[in-house]
């Protein structure tokens, strides 16, 4: 097997570089004051301020009352994407049932409509429901979505060979025992990589949250927005929030990236 070049290496080492960058600049103005960016000479090592700004995140917004919504709603919304997505990916791929084709293309359809033009509607069924201001009112538009279906489609379609389907239920397998036993464990490589990105996209969203949620019982990015005062902001402290609000994403992909790979590489060789 031929090794890669160092020119490979030197793009990858390039792209690594490329992604942290932001985070490490947003350290390096974390640690220090408010007059950082006013300076002549731009310091280009960190300050030791870093510590005491993010003391002061936490004391003035609820960082961890938003911490924890957070976790609720990212986790709650990447189980249920995965699972839901998984359950209707594998009837796409594998059962035979009327117009599966047009439904699939509705599903793919919907997700050229911006999310934007359905948030006065959607506002206003959570209004009449009660749920404005809770964390249900985010959790229960995220718990299926049109990317996870097409994402489990396509790899099911692949992954499960229609064969192992047919001898199951020859042996006397229900519809969904065929599913947990045959589907779901074959579909587990995509299912990791769809909810890491699921976690990761709602752990960041911000737009949905800050309509229907408000101050009183935020997410962690709409807490962090009560950094920026209405004619001063100090960016070493917005972005010391936003340097907290990143680690516990670094700390998900070390420990779940090794299992993602796993997966992935278990699936390769399954194929």
Do not use: C
């Amino acid at each position: 097997m031929r090794r890669p070049s160092w020119f490979v290496y030197g793009l990858l080492a390039a792209v690594v570089l490329g992604s942290m960058f932001p985070l490490w600049w947003s350290f390096l103005i974390a640690s220090h004051d408010a007059t950082v960016l006013s300076r002549e000479r731009f310091p280009l090592i960190p300050g030791g301020n870093f510590l005491r700004n993010a003391a002061t995140v936490i004391d003035t917004v609820p960082f961890w009352r938003a911490t924890m919504n957070s976790i609720i709603v990212s986790t709650t919304v990447s189980a249920s994407v995965v699972f839901f997505s998984t359950l209707a990916g594998y009837a796409f791929a594998k059962l035979r049932f009327r117009f599966s084709g047009p439904l699939l293309v509705f599903v793919i359809a919907t997700m050229a409509v911006p999310t934007q033009l359905g948030v006065v509607p959607l506002y206003q069924v959570m209004a009449k429901l009660g749920w404005t201001g809770e964390l249900t009112a985010v959790i229960v538009p995220g718990l299926v979505t049109a990317f996870g279906v097409f994402w489990m489609t396509q790899y099911l379609t692949q992954a499960v060979p229609t064969e192992l389907i047919e001898a199951a239920r020859v042996d006397g397998a229900s519809m969904i025992r065929t599913f947990w036993h045959v589907g779901l464990p074959a579909a587990r490589p995509a299912a990791w990589m769809l909810g890491l990105f699921t976690f990761v996209a709602t752990w960041t969203n911000f737009f949905w949250p800050f309509i229907v949620l408000g101050p009183r019982n935020p997410t962690l990015p709409v807490a962090l927005q009560q950094l920026q005062a209405a004619h001063f902001v100090d960016y070493s402290l917005v972005l010391a929030g936003a340097v907290l609000a990143t680690i516990p994403l670094i700390l998900l992909f070390a420990v779940a990236g090794r299992q993602l790979v796993s997966g992935i590489m278990q699936g390769a060789v399954k194929q």
